[in-house]
Nanobody, 117 residues
Framework: QVQLVESGGGLVQPGESMTLSCATS????????MAWYRQAPGKEREMVAE????????NYGEDVQGRSTIAKVFANHTVILQMNNLKPDDTAVYYC??????????WGKGTLVIVSS
């Protein structure tokens, strides 16, 4: 069974940075397109950052462009999301996603990030 396990959420002050981690299997890490999504209260789930399995350039959502980085950590099959200059609007549940080239999607259970002073 495919598992994606997020960690790193919590309470963060506005303007600070955070790093979220998504641990998965070697197979998913290698062969799936990996992404981070988020869902704020009362809003639809939106893409935050995505990383093609082919090693191409990552894509970022408009709201996080320029202050976010998605990357693979090969040593432990983890996909990280670093975000800087956090804002209250970044408050959401953040989900790790793995998608195969055939469109099969796997999701983690999510990790809650609250940006508040």
């Amino acid at each position: 069974q495919v598992q994606l396990v997020e960690s790193g959420g919590g309470l963060v002050q506005p303007g600070e940075s955070m790093t979220l981690s998504c641990a998965t299997s070697e197979y998913v890490f290698t062969w799936y397109n990996m992404a981070w999504y988020r869902q704020a209260p009362g809003k639809e789930r939106e893409m935050v950052a995505e990383l093609p399995r082919s090693g191409g350039d990552p894509n970022y959502g408009e709201d996080v462009q320029g202050r976010s980085t998605i990357a693979k950590v090969f040593a432990n099959h983890t996909v990280i999301l670093q975000m800087n200059n956090l804002k209250p609007d970044d408050t959401a549940v953040y989900y790790c996603n793995g998608q195969s080239d055939r469109g099969v999607n796997y999701w983690g259970k999510g990790t809650l990030v609250i940006v508040s002073s």
